[in-house]
């Protein structure tokens, strides 16, 4: 059964669902079946008597499945008796969606729009920030896209999506001045404003040490998919070269023929022979050459 069928509204289902029991859980027990047939009342009624459908689908017991049921357990059932379950589903409400908005988004002024309302199973209802689609306007009426899913242990989550409007109030961050790519971001080269609108922006600290991954214009405000961590060795710049043979220990100075970051590894030449040899990043501006590495004196490019 695909989750397509969980979107068929109970309405469509027909009137062969209108016979149906909603049962909980992943297994139908004797005190469900006695809900329709007294004679399993006599069974615990905790016993687990077979799967119970996914939500939306039905599990029917035909009459002579239910008459091998009753004859295992020593029990008299009616002739042409027979049982079914419904798996358990629900309805989105505004004020549902509308909550698990603000959880997600505490300082946020939200209004839900739209959202999806095709029956759903029982779970935790969560929309996740990251999946808030980007704002194509920055005007009080642009309406986002959230995608979310109802959780449920030990099964997949269900999809879900709402439509709504969604105010942030803040501050943003601009270029005070042409911010090179590559380049680590001061504190001095950044201006703040206040601002209010459905676009959530970097912080301070988010942006501070960072570097852009492009040029960024005098002006332009910063946002984060420009930003990464910066490299713990840029390229071109001297490094210390740490090499180690057994218990001897050398120390000498190279040139990082390419960025890095701790645990890679990066081409260094050695200024003295103009030789590249491979060496590991192991913090800023340091990298190590050890026993079995390519040797300083090597040319392995």
Do not use: H
Not at 65 to 85: D, I, N, P, W
Not at 235 to 244: A, I, K, P, T
Not at 260 to 287: L, Y
């Amino acid at each position: 059964m695909t989750w397509r069928i969980l979107w068929l509204t109970l309405g469509s289902m027909g009137m062969a669902l209108a016979g149906c029991l909603p049962v909980a859980g992943e297994r139908i027990l004797a005190r469900d079946l006695a809900r329709v047939v007294p004679a399993f009342a006599a069974l615990p009624p905790d016993l687990a008597l077979g799967y119970a459908p996914s939500p939306g689908g039905t599990r029917t017991y035909a009459a002579a499945e239910l008459s091998r049921l009753a004859r295992r357990y020593g029990l008299a059932v009616e002739t042409g008796a027979e049982a079914c379950f419904l798996g358990p589903v629900e309805t989105l409400t505004g004020a549902r969606v509308a909550a698990a908005m603000r959880a997600a988004m505490p300082a946020a002024r939200i209004e839900v729009v739209e959202f999806s309302r095709q029956p759903v199973p029982p779970g935790e209802l969560l929309f996740p920030v990251s999946g808030l689609a980007a704002p194509q306007a920055s005007g009080p009426s642009s309406v986002l896209l959230w995608r979310g899913q109802i959780r449920r242990p030990g099964q997949d989550d269900f999809p879900v999506w709402a439509k709504a409007r969604i105010r942030v109030s803040g501050t943003r961050a601009r270029a005070a001045e042409a911010l090179p790519a590559g380049q680590p971001i001061e504190r001095a080269q950044l201006r703040l404003e206040a601002y209010e609108g459905a676009a959530r922006f970097p912080e301070l600290s988010q942006i501070v040490g960072r570097v852009p991954r492009r040029p960024i214009a005098p002006g332009e405000v910063i946002l984060p998919q420009w930003l990464e961590e910066p490299k713990d060795v840029r390229r071109g710049e001297s490094v210390r070269v740490e090499v180690r043979i057994g218990q001897a220990r050398l120390l000498l100075e190279g040139q990082a023929q390419s960025a890095g970051r701790r645990g890679e590894m990066i081409p260094v030449r050695n200024p003295a022979s103009g030789k590249v040899f491979r060496a590991r990043v192991q913090d800023r501006g340091q990298v190590s050459v050890m026993a079995g590495w390519s040797a300083p004196g090597e040319d392995n490019r």
